[in-house]
């Protein structure tokens, strides 16, 4: 083992994983490529959706289209409905609802047995995302922005026909606010790296884990120490924590000098989500049971039923006064959210303070010099004083 393997492991309830390295420097160099590699492609498939699958599902609606014109009575093509009720495509594409895009078919209603026209746009609007359409010709068309629908079911010039094998790819990085990136910092004295997120996704993850939840990562005195937070990070190398008594009580007996190590604390996860405990109760405590969901209203499927005209009239409205009953519903949920948060967050730490008896993991493995692990080792302790508080 290299000197520096006589170095104190330590490790703090906010969440800290410390690699120990030979190369300080090639293993930075390897790992900030890796690291900005995996941010690169989640910026990808977070603006693509899942451009393969949304292809292939307007591919599947010009051959469901081509299908129900020679079943229909009148030789017209079907909407999204009456495709997926004559069973030519799966309900989900059917809803206009699949792989993170909205499906609408729209047929002429001048000339319904020769046009119509099938787009698919992002849920979520994101600079350089890709938009979709297909028509009677049958080729999958993609631009860059959202493609208006006319009665005459033409495609706007210039939109670029999907080549098989050569699937477009979407135009990332215009908004940096909108990727995922790598920052470099400067942390307890060491070059470090904070993963900075799209506004969005970072605020979902602070909703739940804390605002301080800030991942970050540096390399320098022969460890790589990776943390949930610039102030673990700070702590790791400082070493304030080392004497911690929940990471003394479950390391005790085990080895020190190891290649790679992690400590993981129920009790700290807990307080990090704790300090957050008003804000999630606004916006998912659970109503109570006095406030009722309303029931969606299911989708007529007997398509050879002399009624099913009517039945679909009758669904319509039914889902009209659905929408407007599920808008009441949100409305009635959020205002008693808000009037029981403190209630509510009380009782939700207190679920939480219950949980602490499940107390501390490490895991570590010891590597020989010619690179061979010798031992690899798990182990988890209950906290069983917490079970009594």
């Known amino acids: 083992m290299p000197p520096e393997a006589e170095k104190t492991l330590i490790a703090v309830p906010a969440g800290v994983a410390v690699l120990q390295v030979k190369d300080v420097e090639a293993f930075r160099q390897t790992f900030v490529t890796l690291a900005k590699t995996l941010l690169e492609q989640a910026n990808t498939k977070s603006a693509a959706g899942d451009t393969g699958a949304v292809v292939a599902s307007l591919q599947a609606l010009a051959g469901a289209q081509a299908a129900f014109k020679q079943i229909d009575p009148s030789g017209a093509f079907g909407s999204l409905s009456d495709l997926a009720v004559a069973g030519l495509i799966d309900p989900e594409l059917g809803s206009g609802f699949a792989h993170g895009h909205i499906f609408r078919l729209h047929v002429s209603g001048a000339d319904p047995q020769s046009r119509w026209l099938a787009t698919a746009s992002p849920l979520e609007e994101a600079p350089g995302a890709l938009h979709f359409a297909v028509n009677q010709d049958g080729s999958v068309r993609y631009g ?22 050569n699937l477009p790819q979407p135009k990332v990085g215009q908004e940096v606010s909108d990727t995922w990136r790598l920052e470099q910092a400067e942390i307890a004295g060491h070059p470090a790296y904070r993963i900075a997120a799209p506004e969005q996704s970072a605020r979902q993850w602070q909703g739940m884990a804390g605002a301080g939840f800030s991942p970050c990562f540096a390399v320098a005195d022969g460890f790589c120490v990776i943390a949930t937070s610039e ?29 790679a190590f992690s400590h993981f604390s129920v009790s700290g996860l807990i307080d990090q989500v704790g300090h957050n405990a008003e804000l999630l109760a606004l916006q998912a405590a659970p109503g109570p049971d006095s406030l009722q969901a309303p029931v969606a209203p299911e989708f007529p499927m007997d398509s050879e039923s002399d009624a099913f005209q009517e039945a679909m009239n009758a669904f319509e409205a039914a889902q009209e006064r659905y929408q407007q009953e599920q808008m009441a519903y949100q409305q009635k949920l959020s205002t008693w959210r808000q009037e029981h948060a403190e209630a509510n967050a009380t009782e939700l730490r207190r679920i939480l303070d219950s949980a602490k008896v499940l107390g501390d993991g490490v895991a570590f493995s010891i590597v020989s010099e010619e690179g061979q692990v010798i031992e690899s080792t798990s182990a988890w302790q209950l906290d069983l004083k917490a079970a009594k508080k």
């Open 231 to 259: 102030a673990a990070l700070t702590a790791a190398f400082a070493g304030g924590l080392t004497a911690s008594t929940d990471f003394q009580r479950v390391l005790a007996g085990r080895p020190r000098e190891v290649a």
């Open 144 to 165: 860059w922005q959202a493609i208006e629908v006319e009665d005459d079911c033409t495609i706007p010039e210039g939109i670029a026909v999907c080549e098989e094998g």
